[in-house]
Nanobody, 125 residues
């Protein structure tokens, strides 16, 4: 099984950028769809982005389209979330997750099998 570990979170001003990384150890990284979810205080966990095992297809939440992008490097067992034009409402703990399915880029957290511990992103106004 793969174990995701997130990094790259921090404090940034409105309009700024951050790049999150998720390194996965154990298992065959290239066999998993990888996704990013986030959870703000008092809110449910929500889908942000997903990328197919090959990197050939991505899925982005409407709230981040045009601002965020997801990519992966299977040679480094790492998936990235590039976040631009950040807003205060993007403040949340961001989680990386792995889906054993190789044919979907699901936005449903229940489809993901392995989860990281999360990294905090705070956007100040």
């Amino acid at each position: 099984q793969v174990q995701p570990v997130e990094s790259g979170g921090g404090l940034v001003q409105t309009g700024g950028s951050l790049r999150l990384a998720c390194a996965a150890s154990g298992g065959t990284f290239s066999g998993y769809t990888m996704g990013w979810f986030r959870q703000a205080p008092g809110k449910e966990r929500e889908f942000v982005a997903a990328v197919l095992w090959s990197g050939g297809r991505t899925n982005l939440a409407d709230s981040v389209k045009g601002r965020f992008s997801i990519s992966r490097d299977n040679t480094k067992n790492t998936v990235f979330l590039q976040m631009n034009s950040l807003k205060p409402e993007d403040t949340a703990v961001y989680y990386c997750a792995a889906d054993r399915s190789y044919f979907r880029t699901s936005n449903d957290a229940r489809d993901y099998d392995y989860w990281g511990q999360g990294t905090q992103v705070t956007v100040s106004s």
